[in-house]
């Protein structure tokens, strides 16, 4: 006559951390209905928690149910429900439930189809500062405070209630860290909402933590906007510069091989040194895969490069980024961050008070290494693995840990990538679309799956060395580092009193289109981007002093990028007013989506010192080249 199956709420709406066990009691309930559809007896009676019995006897767990809408139901009470469900024979739930918080905080995040048609009376909201008693105490004292008084009062107040929620004392809390970051779930930014919402006698949004970053933030809106005891913040004006407006570099950071920073780039440039190396152990095991052959398949005829020390060190910490997350973070993401936040002390700006402010970030960044070591090596793929490796991200980390609000762009343009990220800096900062900008790039070789490919191509030099515009020019030495500067409107950084570097007049980017093949440069292309570029800049051949090339070091590759160069800035030059020409990747190998980071930060670095850096492997020039063509 009766089959009564002992069921759980969890089954009909899902509970906080109850995944399995909501799926073992949903899984009780369908067994009860097939009983049912078979003209068997069955009821699954779904229970929510009861009183001093069972799994919320005890008080904490109870204290935490009831935050969240869940009343204990009496045992006998319980009882009474499930007697009457079993003699009907109807499957039901019996179970307490304050619908007016349960049913906001379920529908937080997301509409729950299931309570839409549950109506809850909504309670009149009290008009700011107008309640009695202690519910509105904490607006008459805003209300009466000094204006620089009110923010710290109502700080005050909502970090005490904060921490209550998260079981925290006031001090363990960092106003500005983000409130996902100190463990506030969606349930958690419900009731800290409702319980501010009570203290302050007026209504806010339930999407409060959703909607501010942090408390400082959500302090801010709630005097400003709910309370209007702050003056409201005009909408920010928009400086739209002129599109010749030149660009000022005021801060530079970098990483590359042989130089943990600026300061050792310029020395090795300076002393004219060859950074490159014999691959690190720490990468793979450079004597398995080492085969001068070229033609040996699943190899590498190359056993250098320009290499950087200790990519495995990252104090996640600092950036508040915790150690799980960190194991999962593509190393190039962690080099931007560190050299982003140097590029800026660098500029004389203090990174964590850039929050709310119009800056850009526009990175260069191609490799994906990583995101296959992880594959291979790792035990599992976490959800951080996504964030952690995909292109987009490490641009908008940036954007996010400072909290800058201007565009946040990733770039893969190959070779170039550093360069377009400085010119869509430009760009923006012209446009009033950024008020400042981050400009870098970054290259890690992690993977030699990406030294085999080369190698098959015939792309790199066996000495690892880029032997730019000499005869022995064979290929390219691979290389890798970062480099990031800062960038404002010139008129800005003049107004600001910033320090000036170095000043970018202009720039271009264009594509070869079809040229003879997609990996052949084309010199026509290269030609019309220089005089574009010279045009923007309203800078005529002859001012051009010297020119930092591409150079990668290939008997096709030097030919036409010098042919072009001469084509483009050779009038007005003659043999007592030279064109000087070198490249950095004679020094660090070629730093592929860092490259042009690199170049750009020894011309201005070279600007600083007042002199040009030897220009290394050049016993004889390349017999590809028409020198005595040449102006």
């Not at 983000?178 to 302050?200: C, I, P, Q, T, Y």
Request: hydrophobic share 45%; with cysteine; net charge negative.
């Amino acid at each position: 006559a009766l089959f009564v199956c002992f069921s759980s709420i969890s089954a009909v709406w899902g509970g906080h951390s109850q995944g399995h066990y909501a799926a073992a009691n949903a899984f009780l309930d369908a067994l009860m209905a097939r009983r049912r559809a078979d003209g068997l007896a069955g009821v699954a009676v779904n229970f929510g928690p009861v009183a001093d019995v069972g799994m919320a006897a005890d008080q904490e767990t109870g204290d935490w149910l009831r935050k969240r809408g869940l009343r204990l139901v009496p045992a006998p009470l319980a009882l009474d429900g499930l007697e009457a469900l079993a003699a009907a024979g109807t499957p039901g739930m019996v179970a307490g439930v304050d619908w007016k918080v349960f049913k906001t905080l379920m529908e937080s995040q997301r509409p729950r189809p299931l309570l839409e048609s549950i109506q809850v009376d909504e309670e009149p909201a009290a008009a700011a500062g107008s309640g009695s008693g202690t519910e509105s105490r904490l607006v008459r004292d805003l209300a009466a405070a000094a204006g620089d008084a009110r923010r710290g009062l109502l700080l005050d107040a909502a970090l005490e209630i904060l921490a209550d929620v998260l079981r925290l004392s006031p001090g363990e809390i960092d106003p500005r860290a983000g409130f996902f970051e100190l463990g506030v779930d969606s349930l958690m930014a419900v009731e800290f909402r409702n319980r501010l919402e009570k203290a302050l006698g007026c209504r806010l949004p339930a999407t409060l933590v959703m909607d501010q970053p942090n408390l400082e933030a959500a302090a801010d809106y709630i005097l400003q906007d709910v309370l209007q005891l702050a003056d409201k913040q005009g909408e920010r004006v928009v400086i739209v510069a002129g599109a010749d407006e030149p660009v000022a570099v005021i801060g530079l950071s970098c990483r590359f091989p042989g130089a943990p920073d600026a300061e050792a780039f310029w020395r090795l440039l300076d002393e004219g040194l060859d950074a490159t190396c014999e691959i690190p152990p720490d990468r793979w095991d450079v004597d398995a895969l080492y085969d001068p052959d070229p033609d040996a398949s699943g190899t590498m005829y190359t056993r250098r490069g320009g290499f950087v020390s200790d990519v495995d060190r990252f104090d996640a910490r600092f950036f508040g980024i915790s150690p799980r997350e960190a194991l999962s973070m593509d190393p190039q993401h962690r080099f931007l961050l560190e050299q982003s936040w140097l590029a800026l002390e660098n500029a004389g700006l203090a990174p964590d008070r850039l929050a709310g402010s119009r800056a850009g970030v526009f990175v260069g960044i191609t490799a994906p290494d990583y995101a296959s070591l992880l594959r291979d090596y790792a035990e599992e793929i976490d959800p951080y693995f996504v964030t952690g490796n995909s292109p987009n991200s490490a641009a908008g980390r940036i954007a996010y840990l400072l909290g800058l609000e201007g565009p946040a762009v990733a770039l893969d343009t190959a070779c170039s990538s550093s360069l377009v990220a400085v010119h869509q800096a430009i760009l923006n900062l012209r446009s009033g679309d950024a008020d400042l900008a981050l400009a870098g790039g970054v290259n890690l070789i992690l993977d030699p799956a990406g030294m085999v490919a080369t190698s098959r191509a015939r792309m790199l030099a066996p000495d690892g060395r880029c032997k730019t515009f000499d005869a022995a020019a064979d290929g390219y030495g691979r290389g890798e580092g970062c480099g990031v500067v800062v960038l404002k409107r010139l008129s800005d950084a003049e107004r600001d009193g910033d320090r000036i570097l170095a000043v970018i007049k202009g720039s271009a980017v264009n594509q070869d289109g079809r040229s003879s093949g997609l990996t052949v440069p084309n010199g026509p292309s290269q030609e019309r981007v220089i005089r574009e570029a010279l045009a923007r800049a309203e800078v005529t051949p002859a001012d051009v002093d010297y020119l930092e090339a591409h150079g990668t070091g290939t008997s096709l590759g030097d030919p036409i990028e010098v042919q072009a160069a001469a084509a483009a800035l050779g009038e007005g030059h003659d043999a007592e007013h030279p064109l000087l020409i070198g490249s950095v990747k004679t020094n660090v190998g070629h730093l592929e989506a860092a490259a042009g980071m690199a170049s750009l930060i020894k011309v201005v670095l070279s600007l600083r010192h007042g002199r040009l850096p030897r220009h290394l492997h050049v016993k004889e020039p390349s017999p590809h080249i028409p020198w005595a063509e040449l102006p």
